[in-house]
């Protein structure tokens, strides 16, 4: 058993900050729950810092966009959101976004909503991405609003990959100058 220290809100809206016991942040916010308490932070007193090494984590575009995808199939088929990032958590192949989302579980469980979540993982889900996703939970189109990043973001890979293409080309040509150049002044121009 620890002790936990909360900021909630009650059923009016009234900020509540306290301490409980509980043998888990899980169980802290589950009684809190009970308590008709939405928990906006829980925190464990007089444990050792852990420090949070996600900012070191980087994922693919293409993975988020895949996990974008599979949440939206999986929102608009009526799962509910923990179910749903449990289900994707255990799916993915990719080691860092495992990581990302068994934290963003963690998170949710402990009563901090999907967008806040997101927000700390910066490297992972930008600023425009975790707007995005807080505008959908409170209008309560979070479906809808994870398609429409999909599309957005297919759109961006797409055009990222497009200006690759764009100057490879020119590129190549620069680089084969540059050769022809370093050629003709070291062997063709001294003899």
Do not use: C, W
């Not at 900050?17 to 932070?41: H, I, M, Q």
């Not at 939206?72 to 958590?89: D, M, Q, Y």
């Not at 255990?90 to 901090?112: F, H, R, Y």
């Amino acid at each position: 058993m620890g002790q936990f220290s909360y900021r909630a809100l009650n059923k009016t809206g009234e900020l509540v900050v306290g301490n409980l016991e509980a043998g888990s942040k899980k169980e802290a916010a589950s009684r809190l729950s009970k308590l008709n308490y939405t928990p906006l932070s829980l925190r464990k007193k007089g444990g050792m810092f852990q420090p949070n090494f996600s900012f070191k984590l980087k994922v693919k575009p293409n993975n988020i966009l895949i996990f974008t995808k599979q949440l939206h199939s999986l929102i608009k088929a009526g799962v509910p959101l923990l179910e749903a990032l449990h289900s994707l958590h255990e799916q993915t192949s990719d080691e860092n976004l495992q990581k990302v989302l068994k934290s963003v579980t963690a998170e949710i469980e402990m009563g901090s909503s999907f967008s806040n979540a997101l927000k700390k993982h910066p490297n992972v889900f930008s600023v425009l991405y975790t707007n995005s996703i807080q505008i959908g939970e409170v209008s309560g189109n979070l479906d809808s609003v994870l398609y429409e990043i999909s599309l957005f973001m297919a759109d961006d890979i797409k055009m990222k990959q497009n200006i690759k293409k764009a100057t490879r080309y020119p590129m190549m040509v620069m680089i084969a100058l540059l050769l022809a150049f370093v050629v003709s002044i070291t062997f063709v121009i001294p003899t």
